[in-house]
């Protein structure tokens, strides 16, 4: 005989919807993969940070909306996110999109997954284009360790700071630059690091992409001339504390061990260990040097 079920009987929870961050492209359409499209095409809401872009996408990849679509952006994200969370608990998928690269870097998005993963809901990513990680697999400095910094301060006094940090940072470090500021920013970038190696990449994966490399202040005088565009700056990784050797010092060192019969690849080593840096960010300082010469 089958034991009727009590009041008390667990029930289970009734499932919720998936929050699903979409990679959008740069620039180039082609970068568009087949998943971003299917999420545009089928997800109940879209929550795009221009609204217009996004429906400006949709059309370049011929593809129809068929979702509810809610501007979602940095002075409206506060209050969008628990409507968003909602929407989820509700079943529905959303899809969160910038206008872009990916959601949460750098641009909306974080809130709504944060609380996403603070009730239990399923976070999902697209994963495509990252300006970020484009500038720096482009700038020939070192990727095995590396920070992103966003968009720097203003104002002349934080921004010091900010560059005095750099000086023993052991990491490649990547941020963003409007272009009207970028001289400026790249000369106080030269005063604080001396002639530290640098490139900066403008208009990522468009018709015009151009990654630049230099030391900084050799960045900050082309710079001068005038720079369109969407701004992304890659920083080599500094000396350790209490060594403040400058890297054009060290690629001197290193080719003139060259010059008297040793392996680039042992000058480094031997270069790198004497001063407390890594051997491989020396190597590609060393080539970048030679391709610029």
């Known amino acids: 005989m089958t034991t009727p079920p009590s009041e008390n009987t667990f029930s289970p929870v009734a499932p919720t919807g998936t929050l699903i961050l979409g990679a959008t492209p740069l620039g180039n359409l082609g970068d568009a993969t087949p998943r971003l499209r299917a999420a545009l095409a089928t997800a109940d809401v879209v929550a795009a940070e221009d609204t217009r872009r996004t429906y ?11 979702g509810r679509v809610l501007s979602h952006y940095d002075h409206n994200e506060r209050d969008r996110a628990p409507q968003l969370i909602e929407f989820l608990q509700q ?10 690269g990916m959601p ?21 990513c697209l994963p495509g284009a990252s300006a970020p990680l484009t500038a720096l697999a482009l700038s020939g400095i070192g990727t095995d360790r590396f920070a992103f910094d966003g968009f720097l301060p203003r104002k002349a006094g934080p921004q010091r700071a900010w560059w005095e940090s750099l000086k023993t940072e052991p990491r490649t470090v990547i941020f963003f630059e409007s272009p009207h500021r970028l001289a400026d920013t790249l000369a106080l970038g ?6 530290r190696p640098a490139a ?6 468009k018709t ?37 050797t400058s890297n054009a010092t060290l690629i001197r060192q290193v080719e003139e061990l060259v010059a008297e019969g040793i392996r680039l690849n042992d000058a480094c080593g031997a ?14 300082a060393v080539v ?3 391709e610029e010469a």
């Open 56 to 66: 400006q996408l949709a059309r370049d990849l011929d593809v129809t909306i068929s």
């Open 91 to 100: 079943g529905l998928t959303v899809l969160v999109v910038s206008d872009a």
């Open 104 to 124: 949460t870097v750098s641009d909306p998005g974080y809130r709504v997954v944060s609380l996403a993963v603070a009730e239990g809901i399923p976070v999902t």
């Open 190 to 195: 030269a005063e604080v690091l001396g002639d």
């Open 200 to 205: 900066v990449c403008r208009e990522l994966t």
């Open 208 to 244: 015009y992409e151009e990654c630049r490399r230099g030391t900084l202040m050799e960045l900050a005088d082309w710079a001068r001339a005038g720079v369109r565009g969407e701004i992304t700056v890659v920083v080599a990784p500094g000396s350790p504390a209490g060594d403040d």
């Open 271 to 284: 270069v790198a260990k004497s001063h407390g840096r890594r051997k491989r960010d020396l190597y590609q």
């Open 288 to 290: 970048a040097a030679r």
